[in-house]
């Protein structure tokens, strides 16, 4: 039966590793919060400046034959 061998392993990984520490706690080193912070915040606004471009791209692509879409592309290419 691998009972033990379960029991062991999860007393085993508990104690090689360090225990949950929230965003907000105090677990982590205060020279370490804020970089973590702003690495975060950074990370959240380059998703959301590369999903807004994404969905552009998309709408760009669906109405490609349209006038407004014609006229946005040759405008592009002038400049």
């Known amino acids: 039966m691998n009972l033990p061998i379960i029991h062991f392993s999860v007393q085993w990984w508990n104690t090689l590793h360090q225990g949950s520490s929230g965003l907000l706690q105090q677990a982590i080193d205060p020279s370490m919060r804020t970089p973590l ?20 791209n998309l709408i760009l692509l669906t109405e ?4 407004w879409a014609i006229a946005l592309a040759q405008q592009g290419a002038k400049a």
Do not use: A, E, K
């Open 37 to 56: 912070r702003w690495s975060i915040l950074g990370y959240l606004l380059l998703f959301i400046t590369l999903t807004l471009m994404r969905l552009r």
């Open 64 to 67: 490609r034959h349209r006038p």
